[in-house]
């Protein structure tokens, strides 16, 4: 619970602590399938990309018919984290379909098209990525993205694509969805805009341009 509280206020190291305490005092609990997702997701924030994997390798081992641990070896392919296999990460994404059965796994289903763009665009095919991406678009809705979570997800990706221009326009979008989010001082200083916070429109995106 307290690595959740820390998380939700974007103090993700503190949260990464915790959580991988709780793991370590327990690893049986009813929450532990959580607790590795908590793990995973503030080890690639944090850009500790060996305990991302070990984390995403651990829950898939686990929990196999959990779309979170299918989705997260799509996430890694569009990192650094792993090398860009399109071929392997097409199989992941119709496993991630086969899991889908309400909003949540929706979202995950989005994201995890959105991530696949991410890959071939690593991999080389900048048209097949953009073409993946719009497709990946259409896939959120009110209902399976509240807070609009995939305009940032697809920012990332649109930045391997030097999209820059459409990257910030999201982002844009993403903070006027959310305007209690301080994306300036926490999200907006990620290892995921080291490329982007060099473009001189980056600072509309933290509030201090026009």
């Excluded at 792993?82 to 949540?104: C, E, I």
């Excluded at 990946?136 to 399976?144: L, V």
């Excluded at 030097?162 to 999201?170: G, H, K, M, T, V």
């Amino acid at each position: 619970t307290l690595s959740s509280l820390y998380y939700a206020v974007d103090d993700v190291p503190a949260a990464l602590l915790a959580a991988r305490r709780a793991y370590e005092e327990d690893a049986y609990l009813s929450a532990a399938d959580g607790i590795v997702d908590r793990l995973f997701w503030g080890s690639i924030d944090l850009e500790q990309f060996s305990q991302a994997r070990r984390w995403c390798t651990e829950g898939a081992g686990r929990w196999i018919e959990d779309p979170r641990f299918v989705a997260c070896q799509l996430t890694l392919m569009a990192t650094p984290a792993v090398p860009a296999d399109v071929d392997q990460g097409w199989q992941l994404l119709a496993r991630l379909d086969s899991l889908v059965t309400g909003p949540r796994e929706e979202y995950l289903s989005a994201a995890g098209r959105m991530d696949l763009g991410g890959t071939i665009a690593r991999a080389g095919m900048p048209d097949s990525a953009r073409a993946m991406l719009l497709r990946a678009r259409d896939r959120g809705t009110p209902e399976n993205d509240p807070t609009q979570e995939l305009l940032q997800i697809e920012a990332y990706m649109r930045s391997l694509l030097e999209d820059n221009d459409e990257a910030i326009d999201l982002l844009k979008r993403y903070v006027a969805a959310n305007p209690d989010h301080d994306f300036a001082h926490t999200a907006g200083t990620a290892w995921w805009w080291r490329e982007l916070r060099r473009h001189p429109r980056f600072v509309e995106v933290m509030g201090t341009g026009s």
